[in-house]
Nanobody, 129 residues
């Protein structure tokens, strides 16, 4: 069983920055593909970023490229999402997720919510205009 706990959300003005953290339990964190997802009111959950096991490969949704950066520290069992140049459209609940089963970097899998087995409770990010 893997437990994921997010932190770092809050209220920020447009153009501002936030850094989300996701701390994971378990001793095999380095074997998980990790993703950050978000869900805005009335919208479906969508992937915003994903990281391979070592962090050497990453994926970003087109809407966040150049503004959000995913990184991970396997020694601390933590994945981060640095969010810069935030926009009101970025307002959502952000959740991290772990895929413990993937053994190859598969873009189709990393953008698919059902590929992730473990989820955090989410943290609210609100960007005011």
């Amino acid at each position: 069983q893997v437990q994921l706990v997010e932190s770092g959300g809050g209220l920020v003005q447009a153009g501002g920055s936030l850094r989300l953290s996701c701390a994971a339990s378990g001793r095999t964190f380095s074997s998980y593909v990790m993703g950050w997802f978000r869900q805005a009111p009335g919208k479906e959950r969508e992937v915003v970023a994903a990281s391979s096991w070592s962090g050497g490969r990453t994926y970003y949704a087109d809407s966040v490229k150049g503004r959000l950066t995913i990184s991970r520290d396997n020694a601390k069992n933590t994945v981060y999402l640095q969010m810069n140049s935030l926009r009101p459209a970025d307002t959502a609940v952000y959740s991290c997720a772990a895929d413990p089963d993937s053994t190859v970097w598969d873009i189709i899998a990393v953008v698919t919510t059902t590929a992730y087995e473990y989820w955090g409770q989410g943290t609210q990010v609100t960007v005011s205009s």
